[in-house]
């Protein structure tokens, strides 16, 4: 049996905006007095890697919401992703889709409705779903969310907006705030030249795929302030060493870790699980110095740890992380009950009984249905109280119940499964509290046989109060 680890992710809780943090080619320093247009003119060695808060911060406030744009900026971020559209009487709003039909509590596509029936809406929590609880934010227009970052100078991503660009740019221009939209594309160079000739103010970012990996270095008037670089394979032309190295002497490299396909294997829940599979590798061997991600808090964290030499992740002293995967050896019946013998979905582990699934790099328990359980053996360092909590996903309401059985120390009280609004959208659920000693317990993961299931278990944590 794999003993339980002791050893994972310490959550920083995160106020106010914080710099960039410095890179490992760059001394840690303060940089606090940049401005982000002012650090993302910066690029190369030395340059500090900048955040990109994807549709900004999401599990505090529904995606792309004022909320969501506020709060990103709170926890660090220099640059907030957002996503625009048009409505059918031409305003630019904030929506992902061009459907309000997932992220709001209506239905139809934007370019046939009006702001106002628009503004009527109101957005789903997170990252929006069917079973997504109704907030009482509404969908933002463009302006409102110019103005929400207008103190700070922080930069705004503005993607899906192309086709819209003399509209924004006319907007930003009559606002003051042309050095805070960071227009982006992949669109043909005479083209985006086209555009950039009209002002040098412009602030623009080239999406690199492999379809147009030639367009790096191609520039012949202004270069692009960064090279969005998207590769699913290490082999693909344009994260090639010395594709990068002709991006980096002119502009920021700019690299997504959100999920796979935008980076090879390289993800936000890869990096969680050790940063040597994820951010490590994208900022030291692919050159990058800005990273979009879901997960800002902890990139920030990580940043913060490696400029000064810490190691990293880490949880406080007197907790035991205990991965859902580390389950016990015993086999059928005695360490675990499956439904089936079948390793159904994303498997990471498919010659195994239990639904070992790879979701985004976090490496989980899916695929749960009722009755099931599985056994853990728990080793505690010292005798106390203990909180125990678990992290969890599931885009379904209700999403799951169960307990957690420690034999002689007793059985929590049953657990209803939190709504992330994502299956790849993990929370930490608080489970109960359990008086245990010092020393191994068993504890089993029972799964209500009477409730709908669906749900991915990532890990337990038992900290000592």
Same mark, same amino acid.
């Given at each position: ?5 002791? +050893?994972?992710? $310490? ?8 710099? +960039? ?38 599990? @505090? ?6 909320? +969501? ?41 934007? $370019? ?16 929006? @779903? *069917? ?43 009559? &606002? ?21 000739? %009209? ?14 990996? *030639?367009?790096?270095?191609? /520039? ?10 998207? /590769?699913?394979? &290490? ?10 190295? %002709? ?17 090879? @294997? ?64 015993? @086999? %059928? ?14 498997? *990471? ?52 119940? /169960?307990?957690?059985? /420690? ?26 509290? %359990? ?15 009477? *409730? ?14």
């Amino acid at each position: 049996m794999r003993t339980p680890l002791v +050893a994972g992710l $310490a959550v920083l809780a995160l106020t106010g905006a914080i710099a +960039a943090v410095p890179r490992a080619d760059q001394p840690a320093g303060n940089h606090s007095a940049e401005s982000p247009g002012k650090l993302l003119l910066r690029h190369g060695p030395g340059a500090p890697v900048m955040i990109a808060a994807h549709r900004g911060y999401w599990r @505090g406030a529904p995606e792309n919401s004022i909320g +969501a744009i506020t709060q990103a900026v709170a926890h660090g971020a220099q640059v907030v992703e957002i996503d625009v559209q048009r409505t059918s009487d031409g305003e630019l709003v904030l929506m992902h889709d061009d459907t309000v039909n997932r992220t709001t509590d209506g239905t139809g596509r934007v $370019a046939d409705l009006t702001l106002a029936q628009i503004k009527a809406l109101h957005l789903r929590e997170g990252l929006g @779903g *069917a079973q997504a609880a109704v907030t009482g934010d509404t969908v933002p227009t463009l302006h409102e969310a110019m103005q929400a970052v207008r103190r700070g100078g922080t930069l705004v991503n503005l993607d899906k907006a192309w086709a819209f660009r003399d509209q924004i740019y006319d907007l930003l221009t009559e &606002l003051g705030q042309l050095g805070q939209g960071l227009f982006k594309s992949s669109a043909p160079i005479a083209e985006v030249t086209a555009f950039l000739d %009209k002002d040098p103010r412009i602030l623009y970012s080239h999406v690199v795929d492999d379809g147009n990996a *030639a367009d790096i270095g191609a /520039f012949t008037g202004r270069t692009p302030q960064a090279y969005e670089l998207i /590769f699913d394979r &290490l082999t693909d032309p344009q994260i090639q060493p010395a594709a990068v190295a %002709k991006a980096r002497a002119t502009s920021r490299v700019w690299i997504n870790t959100m999920w796979y396909g935008l980076a090879a @294997g390289y993800t936000d829940e890869a990096s969680l699980r050790d940063p040597a599979l994820g951010w490590a590798p994208v900022v030291d061997r692919h050159g990058a110095d800005v990273i979009q991600t879901d997960d800002e808090d902890r990139l920030a964290d990580w940043l913060r740890a490696r400029a000064r030499g810490q190691k990293w992740p880490t949880v406080p002293e007197g907790t035991v992380r205990v991965q859902a995967e580390d389950y016990s050896t015993a @086999g %059928k019946e005695a360490g675990y009950h499956d439904s089936d013998d079948t390793n159904s979905g994303n498997a *990471a582990r498919k010659y195994e009984g239990v639904d070992i699934g790879d979701n985004a790099g976090a490496i989980v328990v899916g695929w749960i249905q009722a009755g099931e359980w599985i056994r853990y053996d728990v080793t505690v360092p010292r005798t106390g109280d203990y909180r125990i909590t678990a992290r969890v996903s599931s885009p379904y309401r209700p999403a799951g119940r /169960f307990t957690l059985d /420690f034999g002689a120390d007793g059985v929590t009280a049953p657990v209803d499964v939190v709504t992330t609004t994502s299956h790849n959208a993990f929370t930490e659920q608080t489970v109960g509290t %359990k008086r245990l000693t010092r020393g191994t317990h068993t504890m089993v993961f029972r799964v209500d046989p009477g *409730a709908y299931q669906n749900f991915n278990l990532d890990y337990f944590e038992l900290t000592r109060r």
